[in-house]
């Protein structure tokens, strides 16, 4: 069966810190994608980064990169240079080739001043 | 580019009451989606649609939640009635469709917040 784990419930960090949000998988089918969303307290759910099955190169948009590692089926959310605007919780999900997601259950982030 | 519009924020009913919530697509986009968020949880899908045809609606409890997508534009979504339960966020999200994953991004709106009393 088709699964995104999240270990880590909650996270604290400096501000300006580096982050890493951890990301597992497990699905049986070779092609897939790997994506990301924040969620921050007011409700809506941003889209942030993705990464296809196939891609070679890990995915980058501004101060996230995907850490994808194919044979480990694991695919890191890394947040570089952390603001206090990063704070929110942060989803991790699989969309399979009925371009459905499969949620992880998410990682609260809290960035300290 | 406008983004995917919910309405209401938030809605406040007793149970067994109906409620329904509305939700308007980024313009050109085929596919919608609607989702039940419970607190601490990631979303669940309800219902899948292409334009305006039901693609998954194996989730959704179809003796209380009912959906549709007349036009293949904006969506409605009924709980009639409401249990305790179905407190939650509801969250609608819309793609472009088509081949690869880049046009499949699903971007979503504000959500409702629904409080069943």
């Known amino acids: 069966a088709q699964k995104i784990t999240q270990t880590q419930p909650g996270m604290f960090v400096q501000e300006k810190e580096a982050v890493t949000l951890d990301c597992t998988y497990d699905t049986s089918d070779p092609s897939y994608g790997l994506f990301w969303y924040k969620q921050p307290s007011s409700g809506e759910m941003i889209f942030l980064i993705y990464q296809g099955s196939y891609d070679q190169q890990n995915a980058t948009e501004g101060r996230y990169s995907l850490n994808f590692q194919k044979a480990r089926k694991s695919a890191n959310l890394v947040i570089s240079a952390s603001q206090l605007g990063d704070s929110a919780m942060y989803f991790c999900a699989m969309m399979d080739s009925n371009y459905q997601l499969i949620w992880g259950a998410g990682t609260k982030l809290i960035i300290k001043p | ?117």
């Open chain 2, 1 to 117: 580019e406008a983004g995917v519009a919910q309405s209401p924020r938030y809605k406040i009913i007793e149970k067994r009451q109906s409620v329904a919530f509305w939700c308007n697509p980024i313009s050109g986009h085929a596919t919608l989606y609607w989702y039940q968020q419970i607190l601490g949880q990631g979303p669940k899908l309800l219902i899948q649609f292409q334009n305006n045809g039901v693609v998954d609606d194996s989730q959704l409890p179809k003796d209380r939640f009912s959906a549709e997508r007349l036009k293949g534009v904006d969506s409605t979504l009924k709980i009639q009635p409401a249990k305790l339960e179905d407190s939650a966020v509801y969250l609608c999200a819309s793609s472009l469709a088509g081949g690869g994953w880049a046009k499949n991004i699903q971007y979503f709106g504000a959500g409702t917040r629904l409080s069943v009393l």
